[in-house]
């Protein structure tokens, strides 16, 4: 029973497939069907799902994936996934559940992945692994990848997956005040569990160790337990904090069945990059690290618009306390990020800078050498990606402890017309949001903090 972690998320997840105006209702049977691997037939779901979502198909047989995503540690979904949870479906139910740690199917795989050129820079292994798959900032095709690296590493194939990150099981925990965990004499709560989980995760640690999976495992059985007295004020609440975090993209999901995964985008719990309509603004940050720098990084946006042309500028403020990680108790330090910036493709940037350093655009011959030999961080160049209508651009943008760094980029953009200005200010998963600021002709239109996804219009 205590690997059945984390079915309160798996079973509302799969259920808030069904949640739009008048289907809340049905929740509570279906979950508890679920929870007890005795769904059988629920008329009312699918009827308030239009029959878009049968839920015993979206069971029988099928295999889902729960990523845990340290978002003290961000990626480009999230978080580092350091462990997941499998789950095995039949129609009435869960046939089986488990968790596990991140690097086991890692050490199965066989063959050589070549790594993106950042991944390779910080860590020198030669390779792209499982653990750091969700490197793509569209969700969709970072779950295809992770959906790949798992079955190399003896993995069923995936139906499904799903990116929760660890600020949101937090947030599930809280709702019950506290969960107590008798197998290792604990008390965890919202405000506890990153330090236990952590504790649990470095202290001690060996390959082939099972402290992390086995206290995960622990809280999910204490969870389950509480779930299964839930009050009615309680689950309300859960299903508040879990549609509020699917919009919010601190919840993403990825669906191999295309009608599905058709639904979920509609519902904007893709993580989909999306097309440009106007301007468009989506920073994307990856702690490259091998620290949780990112409990205690601040960051400020400030775009400046000028007829056709734009000032991005980027502040991190790092207010970790030393450089580098003191267990048990200081898990953060430098914050080694790699940025990507992503605008029109029709921009033309004309100038990156870092720390007043303007950076040089990376061309063919930077890339002459295979990634997975790469040996230094370029920090004296910015890369351009470009696709379906957008441009990422990358580059390394390091901040040291109790220190300020900004990042500033100029681009032509051509988003102007005489209607005004549109732009879409996107937040990326893994932080709470960020402020962010808007001039428009030299005057401050927008001043504000960015919780979620945000299209700002004006004259």
């Given at each position: 029973?205590?690997?059945?972690?984390?079915?309160l998320?798996i079973g509302s997840?799969?259920?808030?497939?069904?949640?739009?105006?008048?289907c809340?209702?049905?929740?509570m049977?279906?979950?508890?069907?679920?929870?007890?691997?005795?769904?059988?037939?629920?008329?009312?779901f699918?009827?308030?799902t239009?029959?878009?979502i049968?839920?015993?198909?979206?069971?029988?047989?099928?295999t889902?994936?729960?990523?845990?995503?340290?978002?003290?540690?961000?990626?480009?979904t999230?978080?580092?996934?350091?462990?997941?949870v499998?789950?095995?479906?039949?129609?009435?139910?869960?046939?089986?559940?488990?968790?596990?740690?991140?690097?086991v199917?890692?050490?199965?795989?066989?063959g050589?992945v070549?790594?993106?050129?950042?991944?390779?820079?910080?860590?020198?292994?030669?390779n792209?692994?499982?653990?750091?798959?969700?490197?793509?900032?569209?969700?969709?095709?970072?779950?295809?990848?992770?959906a790949?690296?798992?079955?190399?590493?003896?993995?069923?194939?995936?139906?499904?997956?799903f990116?929760v990150?660890?600020a949101?099981?937090?947030?599930l925990i809280?709702?019950?005040g506290?969960?107590?965990v008798?197998?290792?004499?604990?008390?965890?709560t919202?405000?506890?569990?990153?330090?236990?989980?952590?504790?649990?995760?470095?202290?001690?640690?060996?390959?082939?160790?099972?402290?992390k999976k086995?206290?995960?495992?622990?809280?999910?059985g204490?969870?389950?337990?509480?779930?299964?007295?839930?009050?009615?004020?309680?689950?309300?609440?859960?299903?508040?904090?879990?549609?509020?975090?699917?919009?919010?993209?601190?919840?993403?999901?990825?669906?191999?069945?295309?009608?599905?995964?058709?639904?979920?985008e509609?519902?904007?719990?893709?993580?989909?990059?999306g097309?440009?309509?106007?301007d468009y603004?989506?920073i994307?940050?990856?702690?490259?690290?091998a620290?949780?720098?990112?409990?205690?990084?601040?960051?400020?946006?400030?775009?400046?618009?000028?007829?056709?042309?734009?000032?991005?500028?980027i502040t991190?403020?790092?207010?970790?306390?030393?450089?580098?990680?003191?267990?048990?108790?200081?898990?953060?330090?430098?914050y080694?990020?790699?940025?990507?910036?992503?605008?029109?493709?029709?921009?033309?940037?004309?100038?990156?800078?870092?720390?007043?350093?303007e950076?040089?655009?990376?061309?063919?011959?930077?890339f002459?050498?295979?990634?997975?030999?790469?040996?230094?961080?370029?920090?004296?160049?910015?890369?351009?990606?470009?696709?379906d209508?957008?441009?990422?651009?990358?580059?390394?943008?390091n901040?040291?402890?109790?220190e300020?760094?900004?990042?500033?980029?100029?681009?032509e953009?051509?988003?102007?017309?005489?209607?005004?200005?549109?732009?879409?200010?996107?937040?990326?998963?893994g932080?709470?949001?960020?402020?962010?600021?808007?001039?428009?002709?030299?005057?401050?239109?927008?001043?504000?903090?960015i919780?979620?996804?945000?299209?700002?219009?004006?004259?």
């Amino acid at each position: 029973m205590a690997k059945k972690v984390w079915l309160l998320i798996i079973g509302s997840l799969v259920v808030l497939l069904g949640l739009v105006g008048s289907c809340g209702s049905s929740v509570m049977g279906v979950a508890k069907g679920i929870l007890n691997n005795n769904l059988g037939e629920h008329r009312l779901f699918n009827w308030c799902t239009s029959g878009l979502i049968d839920i015993n198909k979206l069971l029988d047989n099928k295999t889902y994936y729960v990523m845990l995503q340290n978002n003290t540690e961000l990626r480009a979904t999230g978080g580092f996934m350091g462990s997941y949870v499998r789950i095995r479906a039949q129609e009435s139910g869960i046939k089986e559940i488990e968790v596990q740690d991140i690097y086991v199917p890692d050490g199965q795989a066989v063959g050589h992945v070549e790594p993106p050129y950042p991944v390779q820079e910080a860590f020198k292994i030669g390779n792209l692994w499982l653990r750091d798959s969700n490197w793509d900032p569209d969700f969709a095709s970072a779950a295809a990848t992770t959906a790949w690296f798992l079955e190399q590493g003896n993995e069923n194939p995936a139906d499904g997956i799903f990116a929760v990150n660890q600020a949101t099981v937090a947030q599930l925990i809280s709702v019950f005040g506290e969960l107590k965990v008798p197998e290792f004499d604990k008390t965890v709560t919202g405000q506890n569990l990153y330090s236990l989980a952590q504790r649990y995760a470095e202290e001690g640690f060996f390959p082939g160790s099972t402290k992390k999976k086995d206290f995960l495992g622990a809280v999910g059985g204490a969870l389950v337990r509480k779930i299964k007295d839930v009050k009615l004020l309680e689950s309300l609440k859960l299903l508040k904090l879990l549609k509020e975090e699917l919009d919010k993209k601190q919840i993403l999901i990825w669906m191999r069945d295309a009608e599905v995964q058709r639904w979920v985008e509609r519902a904007e719990w893709a993580g989909r990059l999306g097309k440009p309509v106007g301007d468009y603004l989506y920073i994307v940050e990856s702690n490259l690290g091998a620290n949780k720098a990112n409990c205690c990084v601040d960051r400020e946006v400030r775009q400046e618009v000028d007829k056709n042309k734009e000032k991005l500028t980027i502040t991190w403020e790092n207010k970790n306390e030393f450089d580098a990680t003191k267990p048990p108790v200081f898990w953060g330090g430098q914050y080694v990020d790699y940025v990507r910036v992503i605008i029109p493709a029709g921009a033309e940037v004309q100038r990156v800078k870092v720390v007043e350093k303007e950076l040089r655009r990376a061309t063919e011959k930077d890339f002459v050498m295979p990634n997975s030999l790469r040996q230094e961080m370029s920090t004296d160049m910015y890369n351009i990606e470009y696709r379906d209508g957008l441009q990422i651009i990358g580059f390394w943008a390091n901040v040291p402890a109790k220190e300020i760094v900004t990042a500033e980029l100029n681009y032509e953009s051509g988003s102007m017309n005489n209607a005004g200005y549109k732009v879409l200010v996107k937040r990326p998963p893994g932080i709470e949001g960020f402020q962010y600021k808007l001039l428009y002709n030299g005057k401050l239109v927008v001043s504000e903090w960015i919780d979620r996804d945000k299209t700002i219009w004006t004259k």
